[in-house]
């Protein structure tokens, strides 16, 4: 079993910065690609940010140099460093990470964590 425990949410004004972690934790052979992933109310789930284990990034264009994706093999953490947030950044998000167990590869989703923008 895996579990993922995100924390960094919380409210900040327009223009401020946040810094999301997601911890990984279980009997994990090894974490592959891991992501950010938000949804805001009445809304899907879109993806925000994903990280390989090789290195390779993808984000999604709204969040384009403002946000970065990083992680820390040896914690088994993935970060989300963003900057100059908006108010339609708003919305839970959420780390899911693909895992190699014993058994497989399996995805496993965060509970989330609320990020609000307002002033």
């Known amino acids: 079993q895996v579990q993922l425990v995100e924390s960094g949410g919380g409210l900040v004004q327009p223009g401020g910065s946040l810094r999301l972690s997601c911890a990984a934790s279980?009997?994990?052979?090894?974490?592959?690609?891991m992501g950010w992933y938000r949804q805001a109310p009445g809304k899907q789930r879109d993806l925000v940010a994903t990280?390989?284990?090789?290195?390779?990034?993808n984000y999604a264009d709204s969040v384009k140099g403002r946000f970065t994706i990083s992680r820390d093999n040896a914690k088994n953490t993935v970060y989300l460093q963003m900057n100059i947030l908006k108010p339609e950044d708003t919305a839970v998000y959420y780390c899911?990470?693909?895992?190699?167990?014993?058994?497989?590869?399996?995805?496993?989703w965060g509970q989330g964590t609320q990020v609000t923008i307002s002033s």
């Open positions: 899911k990470v693909f895992v190699r167990l014993d058994k497989g590869v399996f995805d496993f």
């Open positions: 279980g009997s994990i052979f090894s974490l592959l690609t």
């Open positions: 990280l390989s284990r090789a290195g390779s990034t």
